[in-house]
């Protein structure tokens, strides 16, 4: 929404053939940030995406003066609210970084800091910055956390950061950016660490602040939606350069560039379920092979028709804490699960979904094994399952975690970690068919077959997570568990391994349980899908019929919340 | 925070329990008392008398409620070898440690902490490079061998200060002091010198390592954001967090201490528990052994306490639990 009065101001950002290099200690230069332009009037929300790596965070350091050693600006020129900055320094005469320039981090647990009252921290800089006596700032910190919308804020400002919520941190996160009056605040990623409900209200008050106070907003995300949802241009980079930029409408709904295009077909959308997502490098007669292969020594699709159950979980309960170290006395008891019940079929994708803390989670390490229930049954095929397995149980059942880069054991290689549980559960006779099964198990995931000769640290994350999703296939599972297996990676690289998974399930006839905070991709993955909240689950139903005739409010709720780019563009159309 | 109180009381107790249990074996079973109290050549049935007198013949467990009773009530048996009541014995050294242990720990908290973060401030510069080096070799030498390298420098070549004592001392009564008088000062320098040296070291390089860790975190990113003034960000925000494992070691250390200072103080010929110790071993003085032993307990249980509760003032999050 262009603002023919807010236009004739100076822009708040105007950075200018911006370039970024970072020397490398082989003597060769990263250029992190290639000759880009950018412009930020008061009152505009300015998205900068980009996959990761692509240099948006770069230009929100460089431009706070935050940029990491041996980085450095080489050339063009930042200007913030009309004043250069001196490229030498960093820094901008008549411009205080906190003051004029404020900063919303992306992880409110990690950005305030825990030994600090949220009054202390709120009033620092006023204290610097603007010399305000200690009453002053006190009184000007309440009227701040009032306007983030901070319940009883009196309280809260003798609060630690742990006494408070994500949402509310992040709140007080914003309200020390906008403290000492900033012409211009850079959010880097500031939702993707919270909750839909929570992104939706965050989202909400950044778009206010632009609107009522006139701060000029450069929100660094990867996220299309929220793209969709408030800002005002947009700014695509790939590889620390910018490859389309424009009105956020323009650029998403008909994008130019070919990256453009392919970043934004490869967002899950959450109204339609696709056969596939659209990726750019599709799969080789190799990987086809290889995974024929897997099919024909999986164990898990011979047996039985689909519809069979293969696992049945009964009320299931889990509780945390507990037993006080004085005798007689109750400890405080956290029940993460009450009561769960569902059905996974032969060959089914079943989801899980549910925000942070309704014990999505603790389900599926439950099944695992890695955490014991405390009420309740579950039933893997035909076998009761306790706290003690049976090897061929542990076997079938396998896990595939949320973070590739803490998954895999830095010290071994590729192959090895492969071909481990393999040899355990002897699958193979020795340890050479084993390091083939590895190859093989490799290949079907989409990996070169010599790939295994590495270590973990040489690959990207989207390639970690194949090599995890690989050694979980290795002991030939008959289910798959996946705790949100891709919510740790770009758009582009999730695209690529939700269709591997579905590959995997249709050519190997495994089960899955898949767990995810996100409804689009659940609703790209999952056949069936129950909604989990405060550990319990409130609506379980076919996909189709959840998402079209969603029952409970609660579903309806984060349907409504969930941020998706056709949803808010065809409402921005029909306007 | 009343609750992390009682339950670590409750443990503090459970601790003392067993230490005086182990006491109690030591003084009724390592050797036999009424066979080293008795003059020699006395009858059995002069040794009867007596072991009926300490209460030897009456069942274990009477006598070791007898012992904790006396134990509460400040009695822990007389000294085989000095014949004096261990209490007083004990009581009459403690000045001396705690002093010593008191200026060697301040010397090094002082020293240690901001040679630290300065360290973890420049970590690759020549200074922080050289301290580190210099630290090391600190370290690594043990303690006699600095404690005579020192006097050697100090006392025999230079003689600027007092190779062994405590120098004049002044009497408060229940206390005899040498922070008082020009010679007790002089000589507390050289032996804690020596005895913080070690601990120095330790935190010096703890100081840096969490310093550095604290640095990259996300907070302190922030802090620059906000432009705030880099002596605030270091010295208030970082550091505060930097210093959480060093209550818990410095902790642990005094304790350390004041219970082992033997060698420093033998090698300074400081009249301190040490050295009570070092000949009550020698002898073998069982009672001055076991009231050591409930005392070192004491005193380690009492440290720890300490440390939790200072915890809970350092840091908000233990407090609501």
């Known amino acids: ?27 060769d230069t990263l250029v992190a940030v290639k000759d880009i332009d950018l412009l930020i009037r008061p009152g505009e929300i300015h998205a900068l995406v980009g996959e990761s790596g692509a240099g948006k965070t770069t230009v929100g350091n460089a431009l706070m003066g935050l940029l990491q050693a041996p980085g450095k600006i080489v050339s063009g020129s930042i200007a913030i609210a009309g004043k250069p900055i001196d490229l030498r320094t960093g820094r901008t005469e008549g411009i205080v970084p906190g003051r004029d320039v404020g900063a919303i981090f992306q992880d409110p647990m990690t950005s305030l800091n825990p030994l600090f009252t949220v009054e202390s921290q709120l009033c620092e800089g006023m204290l610097t910055h603007l010399k305000l006596s200690r009453a002053e700032a006190k009184a000007r910190a309440l009227d701040l956390m009032k306007a983030v919308g901070i319940p009883e804020p009196e309280r809260r400002l003798g609060s630690y950061p742990h006494q408070l919520s994500g949402g509310q941190r992040q709140r007080v996160v914003i309200a020390t950016a906008l403290a ?4 211009l605040i850079v959010a880097d990623e500031p939702t993707t660490a919270l909750d839909v409900s929570v992104q939706a209200q965050i989202l909400k008050l950044i778009r206010d602040l632009a609107d009522q106070r006139g701060v000029g907003v450069l929100l660094v995300t990867h996220n299309m939606g929220v793209v969709a949802e408030i800002a005002d241009r947009v700014t695509i980079m790939q590889n620390g350069a910018v490859v389309e930029s424009g009105s956020a409408r323009a650029v998403l709904t008909a994008p130019k560039a070919p990256y453009a295009r392919t970043l934004i077909a490869a967002v899950p959308p959450i109204e339609v379920r696709l056969d596939r997502l659209p990726v750019p490098s599709e799969e080789t007669q190799v990987t086809l092979d290889a995974r024929a292969a897997v099919r024909s020594k999986s164990t898990g699709s011979g047996t039985g028709s689909r519809d069979d159950v293969v696992l049945s979980v009964r009320d299931l309960a889990v509780e945390y804490g507990g ?6 006395r109750k400890a405080s008891v956290f029940k993460a699960v009450k009561g769960v019940s569902f059905d996974v079929r032969r060959g089914e994708i079943f989801g899980l979904v549910g925000e942070s803390g309704c014990g999505k989670t603790t389900v599926a390490n439950t099944i695992a094994g890695l955490v014991a229930q405390s009420a309740g049954s579950i039933d893997f095929e035909g076998t009761a399952l306790g706290a003690k397995r049976e090897k061929s149980v542990r076997k079938s059942l396998q896990m595939v975690f949320q973070d590739p880069y803490s998954a895999l054991n830095p010290r071994l290689r590729i192959n090895s970690a492969i071909a481990e549980p393999i040899l ?39 390639q970690r997570q194949r090599i995890a999703i690989a050694r979980a296939l290795g002991p030939r599972p008959s289910l798959l568990i996946c705790d949100e297996p891709t919510s740790a990676l770009d758009v582009s690289v999730q695209a690529q391994l939700l269709n591997l998974l579905k590959d995997l399930r249709d050519l190997a006839g495994l089960s899955m349980l898949f767990i995810s905070h996100d409804l689009a991709v ?50 921005q159309a029909a306007e | ?13 459970l601790v003392m329990v067993a230490v005086t249990a182990i006491a109690f074996v030591m003084f009724r079973f390592v050797g036999d008392p009424v066979a080293a109290m008795v003059r020699e050549g006395a009858t059995q049935a002069e040794k009867e008398a007596l072991r009926m007198a300490l209460g030897l013949d009456k069942p274990i467990l009477t006598q070791f409620v007898d012992f904790v009773g006396q134990v509460l009530t400040g009695d822990l048996g007389t000294s085989f070898r000095y014949q004096q009541p261990v209490v007083s014995l004990l009581m009459s050294r403690l000045p001396a440690t705690l002093e010593l242990v008191i200026v060697a720990t301040v010397l090094a908290l002082a020293v240690g902490i901001p040679l630290g973060v300065l360290c973890a401030l420049k970590p690759n510069s020549v200074f922080s490079r050289l301290t580190q080096a210099t630290t090391l070799v600190g370290i690594s030498m043990p303690t006699f061998v600095t404690g005579l390298l020192l006097i050697l420098v100090f006392a025999v070549n230079l003689r600027w200060l007092p190779s062994s004592g405590r120098g004049d001392l002044v009497d408060l009564g229940f206390w005899q002091t040498g922070f008082l008088s020009l010679s007790g000062l002089k000589s507390l ?14 935190i010096m390089r703890l100081v840096r390592s969490e310093m ?10 922030f802090a620059f954001a906000r432009g705030l003034p880099r002596a605030h960000i270091y010295g208030r925000l970082a550091l505060r967090n930097a210093l959480m494992p060093v209550v818990t070691v410095t902790g642990l250390q005094i304790g350390q201490l004041i219970a082992f200072a033997i060698v420093t103080e033998t090698v300074f010929q400081w009249p301190g528990m040490g050295l009570l110790f070092t000949n009550a071993v020698g002898y073998p003085d069982v009672p001055v052994l076991a009231a050591y032993l409930l005392f070192v307990g004491f005193l380690f249980v009492m440290i720890n306490m300490a440390v939790d509760i200072l915890y809970t003032f350092i840091d908000p999050r233990l407090r609501t639990r």
């Open chain 2, 189 to 202: 320098i050289l032996p804690s010198i020596t005895l913080a040296l070690f601990q120095l070291t330790l």
């Open chain 1, 522 to 571: 659940i609703r790209q993955m999952c056949d069936r899908i129950a909604v989990m909240k405060s550990g319990e689950i409130v609506e379980l139903a076919e996909t189709e019929t959840l998402f079209t005739a969603p029952k409970h409010d609660y579903t309806r709720e984060l349907l409504r919340l969930a941020p998706s780019l056709d949803r808010i563009l065809s409402r």
């Open chain 1, 323 to 328: 037993r006080s170290l004085i005798p007689g």
């Open chain 1, 180 to 183: 000492c009056g900033p012409q």
């Open chain 2, 212 to 221: 550095i860790d604290v640095l990259s975190s996300d907070y302190i990113r």
């Open chain 1, 424 to 462: 355990f559960y002897k699958l193979a006779s020795n340890a050479e068919e084993a390091r083939q099964d590895a190859r093989t198990l490799l290949e079907a995931v989409g990996l070169p077959a010599d790939a295994g000769g590495r270590f973990s640290h040489a690959f990207s994350g989207g």
């Open chain 1, 1 to 27: 929404m262009p603002n023919e009065t807010l236009a004739a101001k100076t822009p708040v950002l105007d950075i200018r053939k911006l370039r970024v290099e970072y020397p490398l200690a082989n003597g």
């Open chain 2, 1 to 13: 925070m009343l609750r992390l109180l009682s339950v670590r009381l409750f443990q503090a107790i």
